[in-house]
């Protein structure tokens, strides 16, 4: 049950028949349902077939575009056979968050269903390629602002945004406190839950995540709001 989105009677039969192990290994080899597709169509109904990669199509109408950014993702979850490949990533999806109540993403549909993309590519494969991925994708960028993070300079005085070498920290991968292998939190010896990391982790992590901004011909600062500016890994610039 806990393995799609609410099994058919023909998909119990088949575990019936193949048992868990060889219905979750036909799960492996199925090919990923992706999301950015269909966004690609209603970009194509609106261009008359001419579509224009620099151009934010969701300017047109932010209502069709914004909203159509949920379509694929309920047409895969009731009727994409990948199920298992839909479920992780939409468990992923709940960790490695971006949204579309962000004002800079509300209109990046594309964007938005491309990351989804990224999720389902990586959901059944290695959580540090993941990881990768999510870092220098536009719409995380974007969301936790590390999309034009530019290097300290305390005569003005500027430092890195800490928002998304927080968020990597303490959501993303080891979490606040030393665990035991049963979960509970380890303990010093005065009785007091361990900490994995200080500010000055962060601090220095944040450093690292500096210099990028979207792929974009206007270079850093530029520009980077066309649609295809948010399909593309953010690349650095210094």
């Known amino acids: 049950m806990q393995s799609t989105f609410g099994p058919t009677p023909d998909d119990i039969a088949k575990i019936r028949q193949l048992g868990y192990e060889g219905?979750?290994?036909?799960?492996?080899?199925?090919?990923?349902?992706?999301?950015?597709p269909y966004i690609v169509e209603v970009k194509r109904d609106a261009a008359g077939n001419n579509i224009d990669p620099t151009y934010n199509y969701s300017d047109q109408d932010k209502f069709v575009f914004g909203n159509n950014a949920t379509t694929p993702f309920a047409r895969a979850a009731m009727g994409g056979e990948d199920q298992l490949r839909q479920r992780v990533a939409f468990a992923l999806s709940e960790i490695l968050v971006v949204s579309r109540r962000d004002a800079n993403l509300e209109?990046?549909?594309e964007g938005i269903t491309h990351y989804y993309d990224t999720l389902l590519r990586h959901a059944l494969g290695n959580y540090g390629d993941l990881l990768l991925d999510v870092a220098m994708h536009p719409a995380m960028g974007t969301y936790l602002s590390h999309a034009g993070n530019q290097k300290a300079d305390p005569s003005i005085p500027r430092y890195p945004d800490e928002n998304f070498a927080r968020e990597l920290m303490q959501l993303f991968t080891i979490g606040l406190w030393e665990l035991n292998p049963d979960g509970s939190r380890k303990l010093d010896v005065h009785g007091e839950p361990i900490p994995t990391y200080d500010n000055g982790v962060i601090t220095e992590l944040a450093r690292v995540f500096t210099g990028l901004y979207y792929d974009s011909p206007y270079g850093w600062g530029g520009g980077g709001w066309a649609d295809e500016h948010f399909t593309k890994p953010m690349v650095m610039y210094a």
Do not use: D, K, S, V
Request: proline letters at 18%; hydrophobic letters at 30%.
């Open 107 to 109: 209109e990046r549909p």
């Open 23 to 36: 219905w979750i290994n036909e799960q492996l080899a199925l090919p990923p349902t992706y999301h950015t």
